[in-house]
C-alpha cells in the first residue's frame, strides 16, 4: 500500500515543482515549457483515473506528510469525494492545457501561464486532498492567488479592474475563513479535520461553532459565487483569457468553493434540516438571479459567467436536499458543469481567436465557417440547458426527480423555470453566434487550430455520452463511493480514524 | 433508478430496425458528409424503405419487443405513418433542396427513428429522451437552409424545449409516487393513489403542457405562425404538419386514456374541450385575414388541433377514436396542402397570394391535389376531414344531450361545438381564398407560363390526394376496423355511409356531364375577364381583396391588431416579464465595489440571524 499512498502527494508535488521548474527555464525554452506542462498535467490525468481504482479497493487512503501522525501532522485524505474531485480537475485541466497550447500564443508570457496554471491546479488538489483545515486554507489561498495573476493576465485596464475587485472580495472571504479556523482551533485545539469533527460530536454544540460555521459559509460561498456573494464572478471569470475562465468557471469555483462547503458541513460539522434548507434557498436565489442576469447580456463571456452562478444554484439545491438521491443529482451536475462549462468558455475562446469579438450581435452565421466549434457549443448549450440526452440532462432530471421525492415540488419547479431561462439565453447564443446570416465581416475566417479542436471534440464527447456515467456498472466506479462519502456524512471522522490506525 | 438500466443485448431486432439504424445511418451522415456523395440517396431511401416495412410487420404481428417497449392499439397506427410521412419528405425534397441534402437527410432519419422509439416505448424517462431529442432535431430542421429562421427556430425551441422541462416533473411526481417508469405500472398504481389527486392532477398538466406545445394547440402554438414564412417547406410538411401532430396527440391520448384515465366529468376533460374549441376559432380567425399562403396554411395546423383536443377531451369512444382519425386525416391533407403550396413556391417562388393568381391551367396536377386536400380540411363530404369531424360532434353531441352532466359542462360542450362548426365553416372561407387566390382568377406577372413541379414533387402531393379520397370513402371499413382498431367501441352513433354519397354524387356528375353532352353547347376557351375586359397586373383582382372587410369590423378589427401586437402570445408576454425583472437586477448590478461588499454584509448579517438565532 506504500506507493499507493505516496501517489497521493504527487498530485500536489508535481504541478508544484512542474510550476518553479517553469519559472525558472521557461525563458530560455518556451516549447519545452509547453511540453512540460501539458505532459505534467496528462500524468495527473491518469493518475486521477487510479486513484478511482483505489478507492474503489481501499475506499480511504490516509498520507501522513513527514510521518508525523495527526492530529500533530498534517494528513492527505483520499476518499471518494476527493477522487471524484480531483478526476474532474485534473480531466478538464488537460483539454484546458491542451487549448492553451496554441490559444496562448497571442500574448506574450506564455511560460508565466503555465506556471500560474500549475499552481492554481497544485492548490486544487491540495484543497481536495488535504484532511486539515489550516492547510485546506493554505491551499486555497496558493489556488487564490495565482487565479487573481490569470485573471490579470491580459493586463488591460478592465482584466485589472476585474482582478482588483476579485482580489479584494476573495480576501475578505479569505479573511472570514481564517477566522473561523482560528476560532474552531481556539474552540477544539485541533485542526485535523476527522479530530475536529469527532471532537465537536463529543460535546454540546457551541455557539462559537455555528459561528465558525456561519464565517465559513460565507468564505466558501464567495469563492464558489453563491448569491448574494457573487459579485466578483461576472467580473473575473470574462477578464481572464478563455482557458483560465474556462477553469476559474469549471474547476475553481467548485474546488475552492462546492467541494468544501460539502466537505466541511456533511463530513465535519454534520448538517441539520436548517442548514440543508439554508442550501436549498441560496441554491434557488443563485439559480434564478444567475440566470435573469445571463439572460440579459450580450458579451459571450460575460453571459457564460452568469450562467455558472445558475448552475452553482443547481448544485447547492441537489446537495440541500440532502437525500442519497440530491446528493448523487448534485454532484453529477457538478462534474457535469465542470465539462460543458468550459466547453463553452472554450468555444467564446475559439470565437475570439478567429473573429477577435465577445460580442455576440457582431457575430452571426458561423456555424457554416466554424463547424467544430458551432456543433461543440451547440452540444454545450443543449447540455447547460438540459436537453436530453446530453449529460446535463441526467443530472438535472436526478435533481428535479430528487426534489420531488423529497416533497418539494416548489423546488422541482423553481429548477424547471431556471432550466426553461437557461435555454433560452443559450437559444439567443446560437442565434446570434452561429445561426442566421454570416455576417460580411468573417467570409475569409477558418476554424480554430487542429489542438484547439481536439480539446473541444474531446469535452463534446463527454457532454454526449456522460449519461453512461450514472448507469449502473459504471456509477460505482465513478460517482458512488463520492455519493456514499457525503451521505454517510460525520461518520468521515471514524473512516479516517479508522483507517490511519 | 435502477429500473433504467438499458441491457443491449435484450434490446429487441425489431427495436434496432425501427430505431437505431435510422440514428445511426443519420449520425453517418452527418459525422462524414463527404464520403457519401454519391451514395447517400440511395442508403436513405433504402434505410426508410426497410424501416417502414419493418413498422408495417411490427403493426401486424405485435412481436413481444422487449421490456421497455410495446405495440397496441394506440402506438400501431401511429408507427405507421411515421414511415409513411418520412417516406413522402424524402421524396419530395430530392427536388426541392439544391445542396447539402444529406445533412437533411440525416435529420430526417434522426426524426424518424426518434419517433419511433418515443411512441414504441412505454418507458417514461424513454419517452421524455426522445421527446427531448425530436425539440434538437425540429431546431436543426427549422434552421436547415433557411437562416432566415434563426429567430424563429429560438422561439420554437425556447416553447418546446420549455415543455419538455415540465414534462420532467409530471414524470417526476409519478415516479416519485409509484416508483416506477413504466406506463402499465404507473397507471395501475395510480388508481390506489387517490389520497394524492393534487399531485397526480399536477402531473397531468405538465403532460397536457408537453403535449400541446408539440401539437401546437392555444396557447403555446405561436411557434408554427412564426416558422412559417421563413422555414423550408419539406420541414413545415414534415415536422409541425405530420409528426409533431402525430406524437403530441398520441402523447395526449396515451396519458388521458392509459395513465391517468381521466374521468369524462372532470374539470380537465371540460377545459381541454373549451381549449380545443377556442383554438379551432381563433387560429381559424387568424387564418383568414393572411396574405402569405404559408402564414395561412400554417394557422389551420393550429386550428385542427382544436378538433382533436375537443375529440379525446369528450372522453366519450367515438369522440377518442374521432380524435384520433382527424389526427391522421390533418397529418395527410395538411402535409398535402404544405407541399403543393411548395410546388408552387418552387415555380413561382412566392407564396404570396397577392401575386399569384391562374396557375390551374399550368400545374393541373398540384391544382387538383389541393383541391381535395382544401375540400378535405373543410370538411366537405366525402373527403377525410368531413368523417374524422363528423365523428367528433357526435362525441360532443352525445355529452351535449347527456343529461348525468351539470348544465355548466353541457354548457361548454354547446360552445365547443358551436366553435367547431364555425371554424369548419370559416375554414372552408379561408381556403376559397387560397384556391381562387392562386390557383383560380387572372394571372399575374410571376404565374405567366410556369410548368408543372417535378414528378418527385407531384407524386407525394397526388399520392396524399387520394389518401383523402381512400379514407374519406372507407373510413369505418378500412382505417377504424383494420389501422386505428378499437377494442371493444360500439360504433353504432349515427356513421354516415360514404360510398352511398360517392356513388349519388358521382351519378350526379353523370347526369350532368350527359346533360352537357347532349345540349350540343359550343366550348371557346379565353383568358379570364372582368367586366368584358383582360385587366393589367396591377388592377386586376385578388383573393385577398375579399377578406379585408373582416379586418375593418371594428371589433373584430381591434382584436387582430392585439393579436399582431402578440399581446396573446404566452411567449412575448413571458418575455416581458422576465425583461423587467432583469432590469431590476442589473439596477442592483452597479459594478461598484463598495455596494458588493455591502450586499457580502447583508448576506453573512441574514445567514447569522438563520443559523445561529
Redesign the interface.
Known sequence: MRWELNLLCVFIVLPLAGAFLNSLVARRFRKFSTLWSNLIIFILFLLSLVTLKFVNQYSVLVYKVGGWSPPFGITLVLDGLSAFMLLAINLISFTITLFSINYMEKFTAKGKFYTLFLLMVAGMNGVVLTGDIFNLFVFLEIASIASYALVAFGTEKDELEAA??YI??ST?ASM?VLLGIGLLYSYASTLNMADLSSYLAQTEPA?VV??A??LF??GF??KAAIV??H??L??AHPSAPAPISAALSGLVIKALGVYVIVRMFFNVFGVTS??LG?FSVLGIVSMM?GV??A??QWDFKRLLAYHSISQVGYIMLGLGLGTP?GILGGLFHLFNHSVFKPLLFLNSGSIEYITGTRKLNEMG?LREKLPVTANTSFIAS?SI?????FNG?WS???I??A???AGR?GY??WA?LG???T??SF??V??YAF????NEKYTQIKEAPFLMQVSMLFLALICVFGGILI??GVREYFITPAVDVVVRGIAYKDVVIGAIK | ??N???NISSININIWITCLLPIVTGGVFLVFPKCWEKMFKLITFLTIVFVFICQILIFIKRPFLGCNFNIDNLNGFVLIFLGLFSLITAVYSLKYFSSKLSVFYAYVLFALGVSNFTVLTNNMLFL??G???L??VLYLLI?YAS??S??A??KT??IV??A???L??G???L??LTKSFNFNEISSSLSGLGHYSG?IN?SFICFIVAAIAKAGAFPLHTWIPEISPTTSIPTLAFMPASLDKLLGIYLLARCMIDIFKISPMSGFSLALVFLGGFTVIAAVMMALVQHNMRKLLSYHAVSQVGYMLIGLGSMHPIGILGGLFHMLNNTIYKTCLFLSAGNVEKRTNTTDLDKLGGLARFMPLTFTAMLIASLSISGVPPFNGFYSKWMVYQGVIIRLTDTSFSFFARGVYGVALIFALLGSALTLASFLKVMFGVFLGQRSKLTSGVKEADKTMVIPVVFLALLCIVFGLFGESFVLKYLINPISVNLEYGLWLPQVVMILMLFAGTLGVIAFALSRSKIRIVDNFIGGEVLSDEVRPRATEFYISIRENGVLGSIYNMAEKKIFDIYEVCLKI??G??RV??YL?N?I?P???V??L???LI??F???K
Open positions: 482588483f475587485k479584494v472580495m475578505v472570514f455557539l455555528k459561528f460555521a456561519v459559509l460565507f460561498g464567495l448574494p456573494f459579485a466578483w461576472p467580473d436548517e442548514i439554508v438571479v435573469l442576469l439572460l440579459g438521491l452565421g443543449m440547458a438540459g436537453i436530453p440526452p440532462f438535472k432530471l436526478i428535479i426527480i426534489c420531488v421525492e415540488i422541482g419547479f424547471v432550466s426553461i431561462l435555454l433560452a437559444m439567443k446560437q442565434k445561426f442566421g446570416k454570416l448507469l449502473p | 433508478m435502477n433504467v438500466m438499458l421524455l429522451i421527446w427531448g431529442i425539440g434538437i434552421n437562416p432566415e434563426a429567430s427556430s429560438k425551441f425556447i424545449g420549455g419538455d422541462a415540465f420532467i416533473i414524470i417526476a411526481i415516479w416519485s399531485l399536477i422576465v425583461f425583472i432583469i437586477l442589473r448590478h459594478g465595489l455596494t458588493y461588499l450586499w457580502c447583508i448576506g453573512v445567514l447569522f438563520k443559523i445561529i
